[in-house]
């Protein structure tokens, strides 16, 4: 057995923060992510940096690779004066393998994985026919090489993993990086799990209105014509049902790799890691993409499980998706470069702090910034200079007191100190990671 643990790196697509049985909702299936929960350290309150494209997966797949912020990660392209993470882990001794979806450059691909499998290299597509490629030590990747895999995505993805694992007889510690295309649409979950949630019995979220109420900037995205305007409940519960389904699904698979772990004597000595790259709102707040800053599209699963990892235990502190470089790093005895701007959850699992930052900070193109502290956030939206769309608007949630984001206190005379207040902060963070829109004011509207 290797003196470093194995890592079982797994990122969803699409995948909400609170659409998982263990961290209370009532309908949604999903028994293999509870149990790591059981078994791990969750932390309820991770968030993404947001995006300044709409295919907000690629922003924060790169900052999970490079734990950077929005605006020095890159995004296709990575930034190539920054370490990245399966690089780092690999150059520590550990075997690299990937399967699934990558959304960023193929010489950074090349560069941190010394073996792969049904390697999709795009965004989305039709799941049960995904072009894929099998792994070329050269990096090349052409074109021709390219076939259409024959099983629905997740199952795909989670054969070439646990066949991994299965004939894996090194002495070195592995790193396997498992990355799915689910839940996002084309949402189209396979067997059983296609009927297994019936619309009307699937509630319509506290948040539910059948349109956003103002120009966002974004309402007619691709994400957001997926549904009729306006929406309906029974359009949305069925768009949520479809939603579970893919989630079980994919819990299933996830189950499977576990299973394997087990099997083969490997799942004592593997730090396990659950996330996503981002949330949906899937009928919330009028919308059904994730190209805005509410919490239902911009916090994430998170979740920790295997040795020196803390069992059954929950964490509020505020982290971001992109702590999760250092906190493996931390975890493994590696050393974090000096690039990271992320940190190490590990102080958090122990107790050793109750925090690790004060304020969380995230962008949308040039058309949203929020900043928060965990029980208030505030909202600034813009006029997009580039399309003409958007709104001047000002949102100030107060999150303990309403965590659906329904009842805006911006304009409240009580609250005008707190709205200054989180305006400095939102600055102070647009000034450190150097937002291109850092000397557009953000108050006065």
């Not at 629905?152 to 694992?165: M, N, W, Y």
Request: net charge negative; glycine share 6%.
């Amino acid at each position: 057995m290797p003196s470093q643990p194995n890592i079982l790196f797994m990122i969803a697509d699409d995948h909400r923060w609170d659409a998982i049985a263990g961290y209370g909702d009532p309908t949604v299936k999903t028994p293999t992510m509870d149990s790591l929960m059981e078994r791990g350290t969750t932390f309820r309150e991770t968030h993404i940096m947001g995006s300044l494209v709409g295919a907000v997966c690629v922003p924060s797949r790169a900052a999970v690779l490079t734990s950077a912020n929005l605006f020095r990660s890159g995004g296709n392209q990575l930034n190539q004066d920054l370490a990245v993470w399966p690089q780092v882990m690999r150059e520590a001794g550990y075997r690299t393998f990937f399967s699934g979806k990558w959304h960023n450059d193929r010489q950074t691909f090349a560069n941190s994985f010394d073996d792969a499998a049904t390697i999709f290299f795009g965004g989305m597509g039709n799941q049960y026919k995904v072009p894929i490629f099998d792994f070329d030590p050269t990096g090349a990747y052409p074109k021709d090489d390219r076939y259409i895999g024959d099983k629905f995505s997740t199952t795909l993805f989670t054969d070439s993993a646990v066949d991994f694992i299965e004939n894996y007889d090194q002495t070195d510690p592995f790193f396997v990086y498992l990355s799915f295309t689910s839940p996002h649409d084309p949402r189209t979950p396979p067997g059983e799990y296609a009927t297994m949630y019936k619309p009307e019995d699937v509630p319509v979220p506290e948040n539910f209105v059948a349109e956003h109420p103002f120009d966002n900037g974004e309402m007619r995205i691709r994400d957001e014509v997926l549904a009729p305007f306006p929406r309906t409940p029974e359009i949305v519960q069925q768009h949520i049902a479809d939603y579970y389904g893919m989630i079980t699904s994919q819990d299933a698979e996830m189950g499977r790799v576990i299973q394997t772990l087990e099997a083969k004597g490997h799942l004592n000595n593997t730090i396990v890691i659950y996330t996503a790259d981002h949330g949906l709102a899937v009928g919330q707040h009028g919308l059904l993409g994730k190209q805005n800053l509410y919490s239902h599209s911009i916090r994430v699963p998170s979740i920790f499980a295997g040795p020196g990892i803390p069992e059954g235990q929950t964490v509020d502190a505020l982290t971001y998706l992109y702590d999760v470089f250092p906190t493996v790093c931390d975890l493994t005895n590696v050393d974090i470069p000096d690039t990271v701007e992320g940190s190490s959850l590990v102080p958090l699992m122990e107790g050793c702090v109750d925090k690790v930052r004060d304020t969380v900070f995230a962008a949308y193109k040039d058309i949203h910034r929020t900043v928060s502290d965990g029980r208030w956030k505030l909202i600034r939206y813009y006029v997009s200079e580039e399309t003409g769309k958007g709104t001047n608007y000002l949102q100030l949630f107060d999150l303990e007191n309403d965590p659906w984001e329904t009842n805006n206190l911006a304009e409240q005379p009580e609250h005008a100190e707190r709205v200054k207040s989180l305006a400095t902060e939102l600055k102070r963070w647009q000034t450190e990671t150097d937002d291109f829109m850092k000397d557009t004011p953000i108050l006065p509207l």
